[in-house]
């Protein structure tokens, strides 16, 4: 396939990835497909610049590193990958790569030990957002066309991923939001119910919070469904001009 060509294929194909929503991890997943599908690579590494660090941790790969994968850190400027992200530029290495001066050698990456590599910024609005790199085990000479083809997939990419961070943090940031509800939600409700516990059986607030706590262990149901219950029986009792029965609904459902 001609690189021109082949460039309309990848475009065809990264538009069809970035209309279709994926994940960040789908997202990295498809670059080191697409990385392999046109350098016929023996690995692919893809590391994104964490916003808060600055650090480049390692969050995809083609070869298995499920130990390393989102803990392998690398700060910038340090080791060719850092480097590429604090000058923004290329490295191609089509031998004896671990003998390059700015090479470093990283605990469990068995492609520190492959003879070619090569280093591409991953781009998004004109800013690095991470590296794919793509490793060789024998010599291997990376061509400009074979260079431009991993630019242009992540100069493509970059956006798409930014993107896809952005509405995973933002969907993080909703779950967080909720569970802060949910847990003030409980918190007034075993409030309501340790009152209605102190008002009854004149308990201290602490023996009533106690009680609360030690039926909710022996019965191992969530101190928010107790106290529900609690206040439930409350308000029924309360309606029909009964005395409720806390023992019961303790001891009930």
């Given at each position: 396939?001609?690189?021109?060509?082949?460039?309309?294929?990848?475009?065809?194909?990264?538009?069809?990835?970035?209309?279709?929503?994926?994940?960040?991890?789908?997202?990295?997943?498809?670059?080191?497909?697409?990385?392999?599908?046109?350098?016929?690579?023996?690995?692919?590494?893809?590391?994104?610049?964490?916003?808060?660090?600055?650090?480049?941790?390692?969050?995809?790969?083609?070869?298995?590193?499920?130990?390393?994968?989102?803990?392998?850190?690398?700060?910038?400027?340090?080791?060719?990958?850092?480097?590429?992200?604090?000058?923004?530029?290329?490295?191609?290495?089509?031998?004896?790569?671990?003998?390059?001066?700015?090479f470093?050698?990283?605990?469990?990456?068995?492609?520190?030990?492959?003879?070619?590599?090569c280093?591409?910024?991953?781009?998004?609005?004109?800013?690095?957002?991470?590296?794919?790199?793509?490793?060789?085990?024998?010599?291997?000479?990376?061509?400009?066309?074979?260079?431009?083809?991993?630019?242009?997939?992540?100069?493509q990419?970059?956006?798409?991923?930014?993107?896809?961070?952005?509405?995973?943090?933002?969907?993080?940031?909703?779950?967080?939001?909720?569970?802060?509800?949910?847990?003030?939600?409980?918190?007034?409700?075993?409030?309501?119910?340790?009152?209605?516990?102190?008002?009854?059986?004149s308990?201290?607030?602490?023996?009533?919070?106690?009680?609360?706590?030690n039926?909710?262990?022996?019965?191992?149901?969530?101190?928010?469904?107790?106290a529900?219950?609690?206040?439930?029986?409350?308000d029924?009792?309360?309606?029909?001009?009964?005395?409720?029965?806390l023992?019961?609904?303790?001891?009930?459902?």
């Open positions: 396939m001609e690189p021109n060509t082949q460039q309309v294929s990848l475009l065809h194909r990264i538009s069809s990835i970035v209309s279709s929503h994926r994940s960040v991890d789908e997202m990295l997943g498809e670059i080191v497909g697409l990385t392999v599908q046109v350098t016929d690579c023996d690995a692919c590494l893809v590391y994104l610049v964490d916003a808060d660090s600055g650090d480049v941790v390692l969050r995809a790969s083609q070869v298995p590193h499920a130990g390393e994968i989102g803990h392998l850190s690398i700060q910038s400027g340090v080791g060719i990958t850092g480097w590429v992200v604090e000058n923004k530029s290329v490295v191609a290495l089509s031998n004896n790569a671990f003998s390059d001066p700015r470093i050698r990283l605990p469990g990456l068995v492609e520190d030990t492959y003879e070619a590599f280093s591409v910024p991953l781009i998004s609005g004109g800013d690095i957002i991470g590296v794919v790199n793509v490793h060789h085990r024998e010599p291997h000479e990376y061509t400009v066309e074979t260079i431009s083809l991993i630019t242009f997939i992540g100069e990419m970059g956006g798409a991923i930014a993107r896809a961070r952005l509405m995973d943090e933002n969907a993080r940031l909703h779950e967080e939001t909720l569970e802060m509800k949910r847990q003030l939600e409980t918190r007034k409700l075993v409030e309501r119910a340790k009152g209605i516990l102190q008002y009854k059986y308990l201290t607030e602490e023996e009533a919070y106690l009680r609360l706590r039926e909710s262990r022996r019965l191992r149901r969530p101190m928010r469904d107790l529900e219950a609690i206040i439930l029986t409350e029924l009792a309360r309606k029909s001009g009964e005395p409720g029965s023992e019961r609904e303790v001891e009930g459902d």
